[in-house]
């Protein structure tokens, strides 16, 4: 509440203080109170083109041009020394008043003939421009994304550089607009230090797009479970860490659990303990296997929507177990790359002997069959009860009452938006985090009854639509079947083009430059 307080008091200070400016550059002061009309008064009076007052509608823009606009009081009113400049970015609400009702004359903008930059001023000129412009198209166009795993092999490779389309289902407004520009949510060269003013947010909004989500598309999309993150393994699901520890090992700073620096595993301390708004959680992709309204089921591996078995995506790929007859040296890589497309990254296991797990694609099983390396190809398929991850209850919705497996999964409702579900407490735990954290109710069971805000409830309306996704390395994927739906505004947009692609051993992928992303 405070820091909007804070807020509150710089825009009451602003338009409380253009009335005077007004008036000292011979404008009617009644203009200062008029909306947009005020901005546009502003804007000519301090030199600036008339057009900048789109710019003030731009969310997340709109703070660095009243940053500017600020500066440019100082100026109009004669003080230009790079002192006061910095003041009055850091603190308007003193500064302003300080200036406005001083003595101090109008003198209006620097002639363009006295305007003699220098090298760092030509350049930081250029510098805000540059970032303006670069937010805009960012935020609102397109922005670029790298594959840094391989679950969406063969669709999207390791090292493919794409760009993501923010109009294919309408730009998302910032949520968190006070943002350090061309950064996500942490400050370059830190661990943990954001790079968001948190206290300061906007409800979601989106623009109106070209469509919705449908079945087939790459979807990036911020991760549902990255509303809280442990520092030092930012890669992992906090929740999955509280469920294979406990959370009071977890919020320990002195326990440990190994994970990798480079190429070398090491015992590391938890670090801090991260909460992170919609926007600035980590930007996943995967395949949209299933929108709002559908009734999902994974059989043997399969998507099967309302009963129906979806088509196979001819990229995707299944993990298939093989006992390793020959060592595998540079010689015999470069053989599985060239003949069958196989690299190094495919498969999981000690490329030196026993069994190994390959993940290959329907057109790549019967060219693997009698091949020098392998012995015959069993395909992975986890039944119902499947225990052998390692991990407590790691499959959605995390609950002992259901026993799935990553091929082996729901029946399941994905929910849209208006539709209404019966709840009892063996549903409960498939909506629970819809209702609770996604759409911002007071959920609690109390003798076997469950409230919603208060109230004893035996129904739930869903506010908004959700997605159901799934990588197309479907055995080498962190997706919905471990943490379940998707809702809509965490949707970032839809990856449409590989731009540049390079592969970790062999270097540039020439051929898939350009190429649209099916």
């Known amino acids: 509440m405070i820091p909007y307080l804070f807020l509150f008091a710089y825009f009451a200070v602003v338009l409380g203080c253009l009335w005077k400016l ?22 000519q009076i301090s030199g600036k083109p008339w057009w900048w007052v789109f710019l003030f509608i731009v969310p997340g823009v709109n703070l660095l041009m009243f940053i500017i606009m600020n500066v440019n ?123 968001f003013v948190n206290w300061f947010s906007q409800p979601y909004r989106r623009l109106p797009g070209f469509g919705s989500p449908q079945r087939g598309d790459a979807l990036v999309f911020n991760f549902p479970e990255g509303d809280t993150v442990v520092a030092n393994f930012q890669n992992q699901s906090y929740y999955q860490l509280v469920r294979d520890n406990g959370r009071n090992k977890i919020h320990d700073p002195n326990f440990r659990l190994p994970n990798m620096v480079g190429d070398q595993q090491v015992q590391m301390p938890m670090g801090d303990i991260l909460v992170r708004p919609i926007d600035k959680r980590e930007n996943y992709i995967k395949r949209c296997v299933g929108i709002a309204g559908d009734s999902l089921e994974v059989r043997d591996g399969y998507v099967y929507i309302d009963g129906v078995k979806e088509k196979f995506y001819d990229q995707a790929q299944f993990g298939y177990d093989a006992e390793l007859k020959a060592n595998i040296n540079d010689r015999g890589e470069k053989m599985l790359k060239e003949q069958y497309n196989v690299s190094m990254g495919d498969l999981s296991g000690t490329p030196t002997r026993g069994v190994i797990n390959i993940a290959l694609t329907k057109e790549q099983v019967p060219l693997m069959e009698g091949n020098a390396f392998f012995g015959p190809l069993t395909r992975q398929n986890h039944p119902k009860g499947y225990t052998g991850s390692g991990h407590v209850l790691p499959y959605f919705p995390n609950d002992p009452q259901y026993d799935w497996s990553e091929d082996n999964f729901g029946p399941i409702y994905i929910p849209k938006q208006g539709a209404t579900v019966q709840l009892d407490l063996k549903v409960l735990p498939l909506y629970k985090r819809i209702i609770d954290l996604y759409e911002g109710n007071d959920l609690e069971v109390k003798d076997g009854t469950i409230f919603i805000n208060g ?25 919905a079947r471990f943490w379940g739906y998707v809702p809509h505004d965490h949707v970032v947009g839809k990856a449409v083009l590989v731009w540049f692609t390079k592969d970790p051993y062999t270097g540039i992928r020439w051929k898939r430059l350009f190429t649209l992303v099916k």
Do not use: C
């Open 22 to 43: 007004f008036v000292k550059a011979g404008k009617p002061a009644w203009a200062a109170f008029v909306p947009v009309y005020n901005i546009i008064v502003w804007l």
């Open 73 to 195: 009081i100082s100026i109009v009113l004669g003080e230009r020394d790079f002192k006061d400049h910095v003041i009055m970015t850091f603190f308007p609400w003193v500064k302003i008043p300080q200036v406005v009702f001083s003595d101090k004359a109008y003198v209006g903008p620097v002639p363009v003939a006295q305007r003699k930059r220098g090298m760092l001023g030509q350049w930081g000129d250029a510098i805000l421009f540059a970032v303006i412009v670069a937010t805009v198209f960012r935020t609102y166009t397109f922005e670029a994304f790298t594959i840094p795993t391989p679950s969406m092999e063969k669709s999207l490779l390791v090292g493919d550089y794409l760009f993501v389309s923010k109009l294919s289902y309408g730009p998302r407004l910032p949520i968190t607009p006070m943002t350090f520009p061309f950064t996500h949510h942490t400050m370059p060269l830190t661990v943990s230090t954001p790079s």
């Open 455 to 479: 109230l004893a409830a035996t129904s739930y309306t869903f506010k908004q639509d959700y997605f159901w996704l799934m990588g197309d390395n479907r055995h080498r994927s962190q997706d």
